[in-house]
């Protein structure tokens, strides 16, 4: 059973950078899909960023070019790095991780039917 622990989250002005922190136990995160999910109140949940086994990633275009998943395998962490940040970032972020699907690879909806951590609030003013 995958468990999932967020951290990193904070309050931080306009403009303002955060790093996010997932760590995985007890698997080897190599062998998982992954992704960073966020929610806030009275918005649906909406898919941020992901990262397959190869490493390959994708980002909602609401981020891009202003954050980056990545992950270090060997300390079994995945990471959001958060720049330029803006009011309407602000909300839980949530760390998914799941087996990679062997036909679709890592679909935004295949990673949401996996395991989730507790999630880290973002807060940006």
């Known amino acids: 059973h995958v468990q999932l622990v967020e951290s990193g989250g904070g309050s931080v002005e306009t403009g303002g950078s955060l790093t996010l922190s997932c760590v995985e136990s007890?698997?080897?995160?190599?062998?998982?899909?992954m992704g960073w999910f966020r929610q806030s109140p009275g918005k649906e949940r909406e898919g941020v960023a992901r990262?397959?086994?190869?490493?390959?990633?994708s980002y909602a275009d609401s981020v891009k070019g202003r954050f980056t998943i990545s992950k270090d395998n060997a300390k079994n962490t995945l990471f959001l790095h958060m720049n330029s940040l803006k009011p309407e970032d602000s909300a839980i972020y949530y760390c998914?991780?799941?087996?990679?699907?062997?036909?679709?690879?890592?679909?935004?909806?295949?990673?949401?039917?996996?395991?989730w951590g507790q999630g880290t609030q973002v807060t940006v003013s």
């Open positions: 998914a991780a799941r087996g990679r699907n062997v036909v679709q690879g890592c679909p935004r909806e295949w990673l949401e039917g996996g395991s």
């Open positions: 007890p698997f080897t995160i190599s062998r998982l899909c």
């Open positions: 990262i397959d086994i190869d490493g390959s990633t």
